[in-house]
C-alpha cells in the first residue's frame, strides 16, 4: 500500500516510520524545511504517562473562570467570535464531572503505557539520542492544600498500574538536590520513577532521516492545498511546493491527516468534523549557567503548572494553556508577561543555574510557543475516519511527545488491518 501522511510533526512521523517497518510506501508532507518544526519542537519535553489527568474535571470550570483575570494564570480562556470555540467549550464543560474524568483517564494512562513502550522499542531499534535522561519526573508543591489532593491523584495513577508515589521534602529533595535552594518553600512532592524526559524535535527530525533512508519520499516546505474527494473517498491530495510555487496531485490507497491544530479546517474541507481546538503553550529554553545548580530529574511545578526539563547544557521550562484561536505571535503583551513567568519561576527556584536575563539584559533566552491540537476529553483522535481512505491522527494537547510513538503505531497498524493491542477506543 501507498499511504501520504500530511504532517511531520511527532505524530506524522512516528506513522510514517511504523508504516514503512510494515512494508508500506510512504509519502510524507509537510509545509515547513524540515520535521518537528511546529508543535513538536520546543514542548515540555516530558515523558510522562503518571502525569496524563484530562483538563476536565469537577473544579475546572470555576478554576477557568477565575482564571480568566490572570495574564500567567496556568489556563487561559479567551473568548473569541469563533463558533469553533464555543462548540469546543461546550463539549468540554460537558466532560467535567467525575464519571467521564475516570473514564477519559484510563484511556490516556493506556495510550501512554502503549506509547512508551513503543518509544523504548524505537530507540533500541534506531539508536537515536536526543539528550534522553530516565530518571523520573518527579511533582513539587508549596500550597499544603494543593498537597492534601496528591494522595488521591497518584492513588488515580495507580488504580491503573503506574507507580506514582506521593513523597516528602527530605525524599525529594534527595532525589534531585537541586531543589535546595527552594526547599524552604516545598511542602511535598510526587515522584514517578518510569516516566523519563528528552528532545522530542531531536527525535522527530532524526526519526524522520531515517523515514527517508528507508525509502520514505520527503515533501517538505510543500503547502497542503485541498483533499479532492468522490463518490468514494479521497481520490488525491493537491500540494504546492512553497520554494517554486509548482503543484502536484498525490494519489494513494490510504491518506493520514496529522496536521495537529490544523487538522479540523482540513477534515471539514471534506465533511468531516472533529472536536479539536488550539491551546496556545508556551516555552523558554535556556543555556546553563552553574550546570551544578540545575536539575537533572524533570520537574513539574504544581503552583505554576509548568514542566522543567534537562536537555544536556540547555534547561527547557514550558506550560500555560491559552484558548484563544490561532494566534502564534510571542510580540503582544499577555506573550510576553506569559513568557517573563517562565523565567521568573526559574530562577525562583534553581538561582543561578540558567541564563535568564531577557534580551534588554543582555540574555538570549528562547521563547517559543505553539498551538496544542486539543479535544474536549484530552483523548486523542486515531482511526478511520467516515471518508474512504481517509484516516485521522490528531488531538493529542499537551501529551503529543508522551503519545506520539504508541499513536504512529497504532495507526498504522490499524491501515494495515491488524488490531492494536490496547485497550483503546480508536475513532
Known sequence: MHTVVLGAGIIGVSTAWHLLQLGHQVTLVDRQDAAAMETSFANAAQISVSFCEPWANREAPLKALKWMFSATSPLLFRPQFDPDQWRWVLAFLGQCHDRAFERNVAQLVALGAYSHQALKEMVDQTGIEYHRVQRGIAHYYTDAHAFAGADDAAALMRRHGVLRRVIGRDELLRIEPALQAFAARIVGGTYTESDESGDASVFTQALAERCSQAGARMLF?????????????????????????????????????????????????????????????????????????????????????????????????????????????????????????????????????????????????????????????????????????????????????????????????????QTPDIAFAFA
Open 221 to 417: 516546505g510543500h503547502d497542503i492545498e485541498q483533499l479532492e474527494r468522490d463518490e468514494h473517498g479521497i481520490r488525491q491530495v493537491r500540494v504546492r511546493s512553497r520554494r517554486s510555487g509548482e503543484a502536484q496531485t498525490l494519489q494513494a490507497d490510504a491518506y493520514v491527516v496529522a496536521c495537529g491544530s490544523y487538522s479540523t479546517a482540513l477534515l471539514r474541507s471534506v465533511g468531516v468534523c472533529v472536536p479539536i481546538y488550539p491551546g496556545k503553550g508556551y516555552s523558554a529554553t535556556l543555556a546553563l549557567r552553574d550546570p551544578e545548580r540545575a536539575p537533572m530529574v524533570s520537574m513539574i511545578d504544581d503552583q505554576c503548572k509548568i514542566a522543567i526539563s534537562r536537555l544536556g547544557q540547555q534547561l527547557r521550562v514550558a506550560g500555560t494553556i491559552e484558548l484563544g484561536g490561532f494566534d502564534l505571535r510571542l510580540d503582544t503583551p499577555l506573550a510576553r508577561r506569559r513568557c517573563e513567568m517562565l523565567l521568573t519561576r526559574i530562577e525562583e527556584v534553581f538561582p543561578g543555574a540558567a541564563d535568564t536575563r531577557t534580551a534588554e539584559q543582555g540574555g538570549d533566552p528562547h521563547f517559543w510557543c505553539g498551538l496544542r491540537p486539543a479535544t474536549p476529553t484530552n483523548i486523542p483522535l486515531i482511526g478511520r475516519t467516515g471518508v474512504g481512505k481517509l484516516w485521522v491522527n490528531a488531538g493529542h494537547g499537551t501529551l503529543g511527545w508522551t503519545h506520539g510513538a504508541g499513536s504512529g503505531k497504532a495507526l498504522a497498524s490499524l491501515i494495515d488491518g
